[in-house]
């Protein structure tokens, strides 16, 4: 079956980075597209960033660009999402999911959901 499976969240002070990860498997990887979200408590979830499966663009929320990167390995079947200049607003559980459709920034897009990694920032 698929499988996504995030890790590297933790606890950061304001200002420092983390780098998530999201393995892939049991789908054709190249494929799906795959994006990220987050969800903090008490609201919605939302989009934070993702790349065209053809790689011609990439999306990023208002508030992350410029401090959030969005990578693909498809020889590792992985997505990466680089986070710098980490706010505790960006506190919340960080979400892979794939999609078939090419360009994927909706919740109810998704095909498939990982489990989430908790990203904590302390200020």
């Known amino acids: 079956q698929v499988q996504l499976v995030e890790s590297g969240g933790g606890l950061v002070q304001a200002g420092g980075s983390l780098r998530l990860s999201c393995a892939a498997s049991?789908?054709?990887?190249?494929?799906?597209?795959l994006s990220w979200f987050r969800q903090a408590p008490g609201k919605e979830r939302e989009f934070v960033a993702s790349e065209r499966r053809r790689r011609t663009t990439q999306y990023y929320l208002d508030s992350v660009k410029g401090r959030f990167t969005f990578s693909r390995d498809n020889a590792k079947n992985t997505v990466f999402l680089q986070m710098n200049n980490l706010k505790p607003e960006d506190t919340a559980v960080y979400y892979c999911a794939a999609a078939s459709a090419d360009i994927f920034t909706a919740v109810n897009t998704a095909d498939y959901w990982g489990q989430g990694t908790q990203v904590t920032v302390s200020s």
């Open positions: 049991g789908l054709t990887f190249s494929l799906y597209t």
